[in-house]
T-cell receptor, first 113, second 116 residues
């Protein structure tokens, strides 16, 4: 089955700096890659996603890039703010197979003011 | 997201007890999922259901069972709880069906289960 590796497990950045989280996946058939943000004590919420027919997607301060050949995708957060502090999860799935998500282990991001 | 609710929110039980976690949704979604979250392991899929008559095992179904009582309700049972089932459990939903399929999964607030 699919395996998703996520790095780093923790990331500390200064407010205003950029943060990058990287994920690799094993199943070349995967074609949907969402990113979820989980604040302390809260439920995971989708922040951005990308499908395999697109190489990059942006939404304000966040962007995701996908390299299908290398089977890795990354989340970029620019101009980090304290409210970006949370745990971020990447995931991968095959849309035609019911979109069962396989998650990475998570990255705890701390933005220091 | 108040459209997906879980009960109870917290539960402490003893080894060997049967316990049921319930999930309800008012989003009208066909697809429902149960995940388990452990520190450093992300979320892992336990069971999923695409409609009332469709139940499928996920990657870690051993020791768990589910029931899809209606489109809006999906319950997870631990027949005989053991300490390593102590975790945070999330229900999620997504739209599906013949006409519209979207990818986004919406999570419930979670149930923190402790097995002593």
């Amino acid at each position: 089955g699919e395996n998703v590796e996520q790095h780093p497990s923790t990331l500390s950045v200064q407010e205003g700096d950029s943060a990058v989280i990287k994920c690799t996946y094993s199943d070349s058939a995967s074609n949907y890659f969402p990113w979820y943000k989980q604040e302390l004590g809260k439920r995971p919420q989708l922040i951005i996603d990308i499908r395999s027919n697109v190489g990059e997607k942006k939404d304000q301060r966040i962007a995701v890039t996908l390299n299908k050949t290398a089977k890795h995708f990354s989340l970029h957060i620019t101009e980090t703010q304290p409210e970006d502090s949370a745990v971020y999860f990447c995931a991968a799935s095959i849309r035609a197979a019911g979109n069962k998500l396989t998650f990475g282990g998570g990255t705890r991001v701390l933005v220091k003011p | 997201d108040a459209d997906v609710t879980q009960t109870p929110r917290n539960r402490i039980t003893k080894t060997g007890k049967r316990i049921m976690l319930e999930c309800s949704q008012t989003k009208g979604h066909d697809r429902m999922y149960w995940y388990r979250q452990d520190p450093g392991l992300g979320l892992r899929l336990i069971y999923y259901s695409f409609d009332v008559k469709d139940i499928n095992k996920g990657e870690i179904s051993d020791g768990y069972s589910v029931s899809r009582q209606a489109q809006a309700k999906f319950s997870l049972s631990l027949e005989s709880a053991i300490p390593n089932q102590t975790a945070l459990y999330f229900c999620a939903t997504s739209a599906g069906g013949a006409i519209l399929v979207t990818d986004t999964q919406y999570f419930g607030p979670g149930t923190r289960l402790t097995v002593l």
